[in-house]
């Protein structure tokens, strides 16, 4: 008998009484006391002076190891508090509560930092040999190099501290406005109030007259606030302008390159072979215009079905589907994906005043992960749900890596958790009972690509832009949405008869404070995803084991270094890119012949 998949998480394991729970405010006040004596800790540390001083960093990495695993696991469970019930204003107390802890955490860890940078080089050098320390020598030459980045020890405690109401507090701010918004819909004649999530979810529904709808309700709920998050945008790119300039930080994209550990010159040949290859994808777009019986494609219609023979899934199908697929790649796949679904880390229920969007987060002091989204039954949802599992099966294979190493970077992140989406996808393309049923899905693997190729790259010349019409001022709301059209019409190189323009009021995105640019790590993940894919398909089931050494090295390499190590590619070049966007262009090519086929 099949176990029956909860559809609602289980947070009561982790601290049981949710934004009530005495458990979580013991385990927040053991923090508040950990991190005085950090602090007490940082004010102390000396720089190094001789090799002697080994056993003294050793035991301030411990401490930091168990202060950063405490602040991880209480911030994933007060993040899940706030996304599965936007109305749970206690939850978004504990966040601020969260919030300063951090910020003192940052602020104990740059000291600490600051002393490590100046250290001498030949001491450096011998204490990044010893034994209790090589494994480390990636993150702490890191630390040293960001050190060194960095003002005054002074200067960056403040700008910490007046982070946490400012900076913070502004996209804080806008969960809030989003989660206040409720949208009136007409569905079949009967009239609902649903979330943002939901009524985004209503983009692939069958009926054009609906997504039509939800289109312009949408818009018009985020036209009617556009003051609101003009004003938290800006203060936002404002705040982290004006720190980027006290650094003496001339790009915008020096900080997120740095976070993502890659250079700049394999950001602009990802961006340039994919400008390069866009046209079929143009085509694919004006193919699907002509089956909606229309002489474009509009901005609504981009995720609408193109057959009336959609197959729905049941949340246990869905389920299902990931379970026999994952176990065609390797069992450790399949046997942690069996965990997550029956002990319910997975929030899935289609239900009001969920945040819109879907994640995956870590609980590292239980080993755990959450998944949060809103299921409703579409390939596209399982593809959603398959990504998330691929998530947390990253934070699965770095079990045996010690906490310290597994900071792995937003692009490579994205690799394992769109490696597990080709899994079911092209399982889904291969499994297909007709014509029509393929085609479908097909069209949702096309999907994924014009979101990686041109919607994302619209965010990202959209983001470039304002940031740098903002170093002159305010950037109006009117200019906001004249940029965000701009950068669509480019970004979808013309492939749309109408755009979004209020679609960067409307992207959570851009309001994400701890990382700037949260676009082009995505399309990263997915075309460095789909050359381990090619190879997995080449080498079968024994592949697991090469996959999961190259996710436990994720946090501990360059990209370009992790690439050619596990790859043999050079990432800085056009041609490494061009290969997995070539596999997506004969999904396009696919999806025309069997247009042809079938009508």
């Known amino acids: 008998m099949t176990v029956k998949f909860p559809e609602v998480w289980d947070l009561e394991v982790l601290f049981p009484g949710g934004s009530n729970s005495k458990e979580l405010r013991l385990h927040i006040e053991k923090t508040n006391s950990d991190l005085a004596e950090l602090e007490a800790l940082a004010k102390n540390f000396q720089v190094p002076a001789s090799e002697k001083d080994e056993a003294a960093i050793v035991a301030m990495l411990e401490t930091v190891k168990g202060i950063m695993q405490q602040l991880n696991q209480a911030g994933s469970f007060i993040g899940c508090l706030q996304a599965q019930n936007t109305e749970d204003k206690k939850a978004a107390i504990l966040q601020s509560e969260d919030a300063v802890l951090n910020a003192r955490f940052q602020t104990a860890l740059q000291a600490i930092q600051q002393q490590l940078a100046k250290t001498e080089e030949n001491v450096w050098t011998a204490l990044l040999e010893s034994e209790s320390l090589k494994e480390f020598s990636f993150v702490l030459n890191e630390w040293r190099e960001e050190a060194n980045m960095l003002l005054s020890e002074k200067e960056e405690n403040i700008i910490t501290s007046l982070s946490t109401d400012g900076y913070h507090g502004w996209s804080q701010l806008y969960d809030m406005l989003v989660g206040d918004i409720k949208i009136k819909m007409n569905i079949s004649g009967e009239e609902k109030n649903l979330s943002v999530g939901q009524a985004n979810n209503l983009s692939s529904d069958p009926d054009a007259a609906i997504r039509q709808q939800s289109y312009e309700k949408l818009e018009a709920a985020w036209t009617d606030k556009e003051e609101f998050f003009a004003k938290t945008l800006n203060s936002i790119a404002g705040f982290r302008l004006e720190v980027y300039k006290k650094r003496g930080w001339d790009s915008v994209l020096q900080e997120p390159l740095h976070m993502n550990r890659m250079k700049q010159e394999t950001l602009d040949a990802m961006w340039g072979a994919i400008s390069k290859n866009k046209q079929p994808f143009v085509d694919y777009l004006n193919k699907k215009g002509e089956m909606l019986g229309k002489d474009g494609l509009d901005w609504f219609d981009v995720d609408a079905p193109v057959t009336e023979s959609t197959q729905q899934y049941a949340y246990q199908e869905g389920a299902e589907f990931i379970l026999e697929h994952f176990g065609k790649f390797g069992p450790e796949l399949q046997k942690f994906a069996v965990q ?26 239980t080993e755990e992960s959450r998944i949060f989204m809103t299921y409703s039954g579409s390939m596209s949802n399982v593809a959603t749900l398959a990504h998330e599992l691929g998530h947390a099966f990253h934070s699965h294979a770095m079990q045996p890596v010690h906490p310290l190493n597994r900071s792995y970077a937003m692009n490579v992140a994205e690799t394992a958790s769109t490696f597990a989406e080709m899994i079911v996808a092209d399982a889904a393309v291969k499994n297909a009972q007709s014509k029509e049923e393929k085609l479908a899905l097909l069209e949702d693997k096309l999907q994924r690509s014009v979101a990686f190729f041109m919607n994302i790259h619209s965010r990202f010349l959209f983001e470039t832009r304002f940031y740098e019409e903002r170093k002159n001022g305010v950037v109006s709301a009117e200019r906001l949405n004249e940029l ?18 209020h679609f960067w009021a409307s992207k959570l995105h851009f309001y994400i404070t701890d990382v700037p640019f949260y676009n082009f790590p995505y399309t990263f993940g997915y075309l460095f995803s789909l050359s381990i894919y090619a190879k997995a398909l080449e080498e079968g089931s024994q592949f697991e084991e090469k996959y999961m050494a190259l996710l436990r090295d994720t946090a501990i390499m360059t990209a370009e270094d992790l690439a050619m190590k596990h790859l043999g590619e050079d990432i800085t070049q056009q041609a490494f890119w061009e290969k997995g966007i070539a596999l997506c262009v004969k999904d396009a090519e696919d999806f025309n012949a069997l247009v042809s086929s079938v009508g």
């Open 484 to 501: 965000m059209e701009e950068a669509q019409q480019e970004g979808f190189a013309g492939g749309l008869t109408s755009t979004h323009p």
């Open 340 to 365: 997550a679904f029956e002990k319910g880390w997975i929030e899935a229920e289609d239900r009001p005043n969920k945040r819109p969007g879907g994640f995956c987060t870590s609980l590292p002091m």
